[in-house]
Every structure is written in structure tokens, then in C-alpha cells.
């Protein structure tokens, strides 16, 4: 029985090790941002909970065995959010977007939504032209 | 106006009172047209200084000439290579006192070495009878090292004033007013609705580690450093005009200053205590228990909220410039 369980903690934590090796590999592979990001968010939630399920199979179920799955739930709220934030930004601020990546689902999610991304562009360069006479 | 009025108001104390407050005079002699004429000049002449400043010369910098103006300007034009020789030589005198203190040092590891010697195995054999704690770190800086964790708690104060000093905007003036409200950032549903589950988890756990601080390893720091990040996920999540409704500039104050003022009575207890072999009238309890240890569970208390409120005064002031 205690062999299962070691052989158990143990294929998960390599598992998770194994992730998170694919992540930085994927971190320093991709050339953008948001590449990037998607790799380093896998490393965050997938890898960190692999490796802590391993834990806890490895001291059994007490105290500490929750603590950690507190943490992983902790974690796999807070990860992805955080990158969500960090690639709302990107999105926000970076002009070259559509030279990086494919935009098409977004303008067709515009469509379906009825935003006129050109119309947005349109207002945006008014307001600049009317800041800049007001100066 | 009655006369003996506009004595009283030509009275050097009057006037300068006025100054002080604020109010300015407005004489009625000068016309509108005069005054008018006089803010058109001094339109002109901002409106020609910037023209000059757009239209300078874009000529590149020659370094020594730069060099030379900055001599002249600084009146560092005879010694400036005295001085720099000078900071060269103090560094290497401070280096070299420095390494030459490094070899009085005790060897590592050695038996006579102050780490081996009977100060940590006095405080660790009779540290739970003389503090009560559990948790030996605590027990170093909030009772025997009471005194640097105090400075310690100032450092932080001090810290927020001087950003304060530099980044506070007071809303008086459109310009400088801290808060527009349509300028903050769209808020994020999914940020939303994660913190709003997040947020009371984060808080509790601030809360006890905070509480723990005797019992197991954690204390005053680490708690509020917790809680200080739960404020600043609410504030990121709802933005200033909620958490200004539990926590805005005139909780801060009282938090902040109460907090280090309570602190500063019960070190000066202490020491008076400490000092005329007097004993405390605070028990210290039963070992283990939440409430035990006598003073050092209020501290670590008080260190937190210090530390909680630095924290958030850092992130408002440097994002916003106010609370």
C-alpha cells in the first residue's frame, strides 16, 4: 500500500515538473506577449497543482494535506486572473496587435456585438485632434 | 465704509493675517481694462518663451563645453577634479574599514563566536518562561528586542510621510484633484467577482496570522503585509470610491498614528517595568493559549495594522496621490 502511494506522489509531482519545464521553455520560445503569458499561466496553475497533489498524497490526509489544497485552490484563483488583468493590458496598450496575432475572432466577436472598432478608432482620433487644438 | 473700520483694516496685523489666510486684496484702483492689458502681456511672454523652448536650437551637446558650463554654474570650475578625487579616496577608505573589521570577525562555526555562545541558549532554554511564547522568533523581537522593533515600526511611519510628502495631492484645485472618478479604469467583472470571494479569505488569513503570531510562526509583519494585499485587491477589484467608504484618509490617520502611539505607551511600560525590577501587571498566562503571553499579542497587533496601512498607503498614493 505505502509503495502505490509513493509511486502515486511521485509520477504527479514529476508530471507537474514536467509542465513547468514546457512552460519556461514556452516562456523563452515564444516572441510575444501574449504567447508568453498563455505559457507561463500553464506553469502557474497545472504544474504548481500537480506537484502540490503529489504532496498531499505523500503526507496523507491531516492538517498539513489541507493546508496545501487551500493553497492550490488559492492559486488556481488567483493565477489566472491575474494573467486575464495582465492580457487585458497588453491588449489595451499594444498598437502592433494585429501584426502579431490573429485578430479575426475578435472582429467577428465585435460583429456579433455590434462594436464598429474602425468607429471607436474614429472617436478616439477626434478627441485627440480636439485635445490638441485646445492646447 | 465707517472710518473707524477701514482703520482696523489698515492695520499691519489685519493685513498680514489676511495674508496668511490666504485672502488677497483687490485694490479697486486698477481698472478691468488694466488688468486685462497686464494678463495679455503676461500671455505674450509665455506664449514667446515657449516658442522659444520648441524652436531651440537642436544642436547635440558638446560634453566638455557641458562640462564646463556645469563647472561654472556650480562654481566646481578649480576643484572639480580634487573632489572627484576625493569621493574616491573616502570610498576606498570605507571599503577598506570595512574588510578590515570583517577580520576581527570570529571564525564560522567557531565555539567563541556571540551566535554559539550562552546569549541564544539563554534565550531559547528560558525564553517561554519569560515571554510566554510559543513561537521563540516572536518572542526575540516583541519582548527582549522589544526596543529595535519599535524603531523598526518608526521606520515604517516615517516612510509613509516622506511618500506622502512627495505624492499627496490635496483636492483643492481642479487640477491637482485627486479624484475623477471617470478616469479610474473600467472595473473587471471577472477581477470582480474573484475578489469578492477572495478578498474575506486573504483578510481572515491576515487576521490569523496576525493572532498567531506567539503560537506559530507568523506575527505582526507578515499578517499585516496580508492584509495590507487584501485592502489592495479590494481597492484594485472596486475601485476608490468603495473602499473610501470603510477606509478612507481620516481612518488611515487615526489607525496610523493610534496604532504607534499605543505601541509607544506599552514600550515605555515595558521598559519602566523592565528597568525597576518591577513586575508587569499583565499575566502571562498559560503557554499555548491564544490569549497568553502578556504584552506581545497587543503589539503584534498594533505592528500589523501599521503594516497593513503602510501597505495600502503605498499602493493609493502611488496610484491615485490620495485615499
Given at each position: 500500500m505505502e509503495i502505490f502511494r509513493f509511486i502515486l506522489a511521485a509520477l504527479l509531482i514529476a508530471g507537474g515538473l514536467f509542465v513547468a519545464i514546457v512552460a519556461c521553455k514556452g516562456m523563452f520560445k515564444f516572441r510575444f506577449v501574449l504567447n508568453r503569458m498563455h505559457a507561463a499561466a500553464l506553469c502557474d496553475t497545472l504544474s504548481i497543482m500537480l506537484v502540490l497533489m503529489g504532496l498531499v498524497v505523500a503526507c496523507g490526509f491531516n492538517l498539513v494535506s489541507l493546508k496545501l489544497f487551500l493553497i492550490i485552490v488559492f492559486l488556481w484563483f488567483a493565477s489566472p486572473v491575474s494573467s486575464h488583468l495582465l492580457a487585458l493590458l497588453e491588449v489595451t496598450i499594444n498598437e502592433h496587435l494585429h501584426e502579431q496575432c490573429d485578430m479575426t475572432e475578435a472582429k467577428r466577436l465585435c460583429k456579433e456585438k455590434q462594436v464598429d472598432l474602425s468607429e471607436v478608432k474614429k472617436d478616439l482620433a477626434e478627441e485627440e485632434k480636439e485635445a490638441a487644438n485646445g492646447k | 465704509m465707517s472710518k473707524p473700520r477701514k482703520d482696523y483694516e489698515e492695520l499691519k496685523s489685519v493685513r498680514f493675517r489676511r495674508f496668511i489666510q490666504g485672502e488677497r486684496e483687490i485694490s479697486t484702483e486698477v481698472s478691468m481694462e488694466e488688468f486685462q492689458r497686464q494678463m495679455d502681456k503676461e500671455h505674450e511672454e509665455d506664449e514667446r518663451l515657449t516658442y522659444n523652448y520648441l524652436n531651440r536650437p537642436n544642436v547635440e551637446m558638446d560634453p566638455q563645453a557641458d562640462a564646463k558650463r556645469f563647472a561654472e554654474i556650480t562654481g566646481m570650475k578649480r576643484f572639480h577634479k580634487v573632489y572627484v578625487f576625493m569621493a574616491f579616496v573616502l570610498c576606498i577608505c570605507i571599503i577598506g574599514l570595512l574588510i578590515y573589521n570583517v577580520a576581527y570577525m570570529p571564525n564560522?562555526?567557531?565555539?567563541?563566536?556571540p551566535t554559539n555562545n550562552e546569549v541564544s541558549e539563554k534565550y531559547l532554554e528560558d525564553g517561554q518562561a519569560d515571554?510566554?511564547?510559543?513561537?521563540m522568533v516572536t518572542g526575540m523581537i516583541l519582548q527582549y528586542r522589544a526596543f529595535d522593533t519599535f524603531g523598526e515600526t518608526h521606520v515604517l511611519f516615517i516612510a509613509t510621510c516622506a511618500v506622502m510628502i512627495l505624492l499627496f495631492l490635496k483636492g483643492k484645485d481642479e487640477e491637482n484633484a485627486p479624484h475623477d472618478p471617470e478616469l479610474d479604469p473600467e472595473p473587471d467583472m471577472i477581477l470582480q467577482t474573484v475578489a469578492r470571494f477572495l478578498v474575506p479569505l486573504v483578510m481572515i488569513f491576515g487576521i490569523y496570522i496576525l493572532l498567531n503570531g506567539h503560537l506559530s510562526p507568523g506575527g505582526g509583519f507578515s499578517g499585516g503585509a496580508v492584509m495590507g494585499a487584501g485592502l489592495i485587491l479590494y481597492n484594485a477589484a472596486f475601485g476608490f470610491t468603495k473602499t473610501g467608504r470603510f477606509f478612507n484618509e481620516k481612518v488611515y490617520d487615526i489607525l496610523k498614528v493610534g496604532s504607534l502611539a499605543l505601541y509607544a505607551m506599552i514600550i515605555t511600560y515595558c521598559l519602566f517595568t523592565g528597568a525597576n525590577d518591577i513586575a508587569s501587571i499583565v499575566p502571562l498566562g498559560k503557554?499555548?493559549?491564544?490569549?497568553?503571553?502578556?504584552?506581545i499579542l497587543p503589539i503584534n497587533i498594533l505592528v500589523g495594522v501599521e503594516v497593513a496601512c503602510t501597505m495600502y498607503a503605498f499602493y493609493a498614493l502611488f496610484r491615485k496621490g490620495g485615499f
Open positions: - | 564560522y562555526g567557531s565555539a567563541d563566536a515571554t510566554g511564547v510559543v513561537n503557554v499555548g493559549a491564544i490569549l497568553s503571553s502578556g504584552l
